[in-house]
């Protein structure tokens, strides 16, 4: 016989015991079915020279882990990716480490500007910058050929796989006057998605790269083949500052038949054309400068017509503001992350100390990004104010901002490709 105490205390121990072991059960159960029904930003596997450097089973944390170790110095086997062009491009090597070059940029100590930023949160996951330069006084006239890009297309029915080998380049232009050569690599997107995107590793100092590298991407069914649009962006990557766009291929597979086997094709190497680039949104932001305070305001007001960036049809928005002095970037800072908008109002202020001699130096990058909490944030356009400004626009409002002190200049902007 067993009291009625002892008796409620055990059935009150199973009932316990019988909840957290249902809850815990549908807990995986919910969070396996999440994952089977995810689809992932892009899933390929890459090829360098007949190896499988990225295959499927490959998990983000040893990616992340290969990143530390190359973000620690640790040495690499070379031509094992592109690990070192991510580093650079993130900003990961540190000038004060590389050794030291006639055209280097200034030390950010030594430069007289100071930097007060309002009370923001900035998100734990970030992109930093870097990406490419659109124009530079190395990068290449109308006049100069840009060489010629030879690449092969392929599917994979059985597995419904887009094969896109970048072999090799020829006649590139000069982008390093020192070496007389260039570090070439290349991006490729898939347009007009822009979800699948790629890059080769860093070639150094040829004009004739050989790159011999495969990608695969899965999931694309051969109906759609005819509405995509393979942009390859050809860059030579640059120590000491943003890397120099030597020029772009547009190849429509509306015109390539890969149904019975490799499409092996060669294109010309065409300057990047800005205008021609797909319409990323607009963002508007107001410049205002104190010659007597010698101080510049900076406000990131809103943005409107955002592509869509997640499986909602919506996007989590914010914007990363960098100055640069020459080609140093000297300050950078973030705004809130707003929540499933195409259309975010920011309305956040950045105030800068900067001596009024040094404004024809001064350029300001705006970064629109989607946040993800799961995966790797994406740059979803591109602003340049200053003295690198590759716009009309951009270099009319920054002459509006030098000729009218202690007045607030607001203007909108189309957003390019990063």
């Not at 316990?16 to 079915?33: D, G, M, R, Y």
Request: a positive charge; charged letters at 25%.
């Amino acid at each position: 016989d067993v009291s009625p105490v002892a008796a409620g205390l055990i059935g009150a121990t199973v009932l316990v015991v019988s909840v957290s072991v249902t809850v815990f059960v549908w807990t995986c159960c919910h969070q396996q079915a999440e994952k089977k029904h995810k689809t992932p930003p892009y899933k390929f596997i890459h090829m360098l020279k007949g190896i499988s450097i990225y295959p499927e089973t490959l998990s983000n944390k040893k990616k992340i882990n290969r990143m530390r170790r190359e973000k620690n110095g640790a040495p690499k086997e070379a031509g094992r990716g592109n690990l070192s062009a991510d580093a650079a491009e993130s900003g990961l090597v540190s000038s004060e480490k590389a050794p030291d070059a006639p055209n280097a940029a200034p030390r950010v100590e030594q430069l007289p500007i100071q930097v007060d930023y309002g009370d923001e949160l900035s998100p734990d996951q970030s992109l930093t910058p870097g990406g490419s330069k659109t124009s530079s006084p190395s990068s290449p006239g109308d006049d100069v050929t840009l060489g010629e890009l030879t690449f092969s297309v392929d599917y994979n029915f059985p597995k419904k796989a887009l094969v896109v080998t970048i072999q090799e380049a020829h006649g590139l232009p000069v982008m390093d006057e020192h070496t007389h050569s260039s570090d070439p690599y290349i991006k490729m997107t898939i347009l007009p998605d822009k979800r699948h995107r790629v890059k080769t590793r860093v070639l150094r100092k040829t004009l004739d790269p050989v790159f011999d590298e495969t990608f695969t991407f899965y999931g694309i069914p051969y109906s759609q083949l005819q509405d995509l649009v393979l942009h390859f962006l050809v860059l030579s990557f640059d120590r000491f500052s943003r890397d120099d766009v030597v020029g772009e291929v547009m190849v429509p597979l509306a015109g390539v038949d890969p149904s019975t086997g490799k499409v092996q094709l060669t294109r010309e190497i065409l300057k990047r054309n800005i205008q021609k680039c797909v319409s990323r949104g607009e963002l508007q932001v107001s410049l205002s400068y104190q010659p007597v305070a010698q101080r510049m305001t900076v406000v990131v007001l809103k943005a409107r017509h955002l592509p869509k960036m997640d499986i909602t049809g919506l996007s989590d928005p914010y914007v990363k503001v960098n100055v640069y002095y020459g080609r140093k970037r000297i300050a950078k800072k973030k705004t809130h992350v707003k929540k499933c908008t195409l259309n975010p109002v920011f309305n956040e202020s950045f105030i800068y100390d900067i001596p009024a001699e040094l404004l024809p130096d001064i350029s300001l990058e705006f970064l629109v990004i989607a946040f993800e909490r799961s995966t790797k944030n994406e740059v979803v356009g591109r602003l340049i104010l200053g003295a690198h400004s590759v716009t009309p626009a951009g270099a009319e409002h920054w002459r509006e901002l030098c000729e009218n002190p202690r007045k607030a200049v607001p203007k909108w902007h189309s957003l390019s490709e990063y």
